[in-house]
């Protein structure tokens, strides 16, 4: 934080590397470090199903086990359809959204001063965790609204996709516009909901962090709490990635179900 005002010193911190301009405006920390998440989840679990054996399992195999094991009953529990894609989805949806969550836990200086020293540009900005960007969170809920449609139409045809958003909740010809109005705030409200939930959450999170560095320069007897302060807060924001990370993929396996649902109105 040396030479630089607290209020310069947080809005480093809350600020994008970005190419572009305008609409096509990109935030290459979050792309950069939502893609190193991606690689290091692939690159794990292929390591681990390359290595695994039909005897005892090491521990990394059985971690992998249980998880894959864990989210498969979640998934068979809420989805009631073939589960060949949706499984799949909700795993890489809970590994990859709890990885880049996970990086908030990196100090929050660190990540920047280690691209200062790489690059000799103290004053690049960079924020590393990709879920506390509008972008990714929306990214990721408006791929889910994707597939609600998709499953609705596959499930129902697209007669039954029209009956459901025009005849439903009230089943006359009369009431298409109301019931058009309803269902659509309805469904539109699912990936909204899905991205500002686990921006919010992590947005804070991060703000937290870098509220409490900032106190660090306060005065002595401050500072002198800064780092159990940090630990602190760290502990409990691990229930806070986790959750998140779990509540994301657990939604979206309840949308997709509701969305399959063959049921008529």
């Given at each position: 934080?040396?030479?630089?005002?607290?209020?310069?010193?947080?809005?480093?911190?809350?600020?994008?590397?970005?190419?572009?301009?305008?609409?096509?405006?990109?935030?290459?920390?979050?792309?950069?470090?939502?893609?190193?998440?991606?690689?290091?989840?692939?690159?794990?679990?292929?390591?681990?199903?390359?290595?695994?054996?039909?005897?005892?399992?090491?521990?990394l195999q059985c971690a992998v086990e249980m998880t894959v094991e864990w989210i498969e009953g979640i998934v068979k529990e809420n989805f009631h359809g073939k589960r060949e894609v949706v499984a799949p989805l909700a795993l890489t949806i809970f590994v990859w959204v709890l990885l880049m969550n996970t990086i908030d836990l990196v100090p929050v200086d660190y990540i920047p001063q280690l691209v200062a020293i790489i690059t000799g540009d103290h004053h690049i900005p960079v924020r590393a965790v990709p879920t506390t960007d509008m972008n990714m969170t929306f990214a990721l809920s408006i791929s889910v609204f994707i597939l609600i449609l998709f499953y609705t139409i596959k499930s129902k045809g697209i007669k039954g996709f029209a009956k459901e958003y025009t005849l439903h909740p009230f089943n006359h010809w009369a009431f298409i516009p109301v019931n058009l109005i309803l269902e659509s705030v309805t469904l539109i409200s699912k990936p909204v909901s899905l991205a500002l939930r686990l921006f919010g959450n992590m947005y804070a999170g991060e703000l937290i962090f870098i509220l409490i560095a900032v106190m660090y320069s306060a005065?002595?007897?401050?500072?002198?709490?800064?780092?159990?302060?940090q630990l602190a807060w760290a502990i409990f924001h691990i229930l806070v990635i986790a959750l998140q990370a779990f509540v994301f993929m657990m939604l979206t396996v309840v949308y997709l179900s509701i969305a399959y649902n063959k049921a008529e109105h």
């Open positions: 934080m040396s030479g630089q005002t607290s209020i310069e010193y947080i809005q480093h911190h809350l600020t994008y590397l970005t190419a572009g301009d305008g609409f096509w405006t990109f935030n290459i920390d979050t792309l950069l470090f939502s893609f190193i998440c991606g690689v290091i989840f692939l690159a794990f679990f292929y390591k681990v199903a390359k290595k695994s054996t039909s005897g005892v399992p090491g521990k005065n002595y007897f401050v500072a002198g709490l800064g780092i159990p302060l």
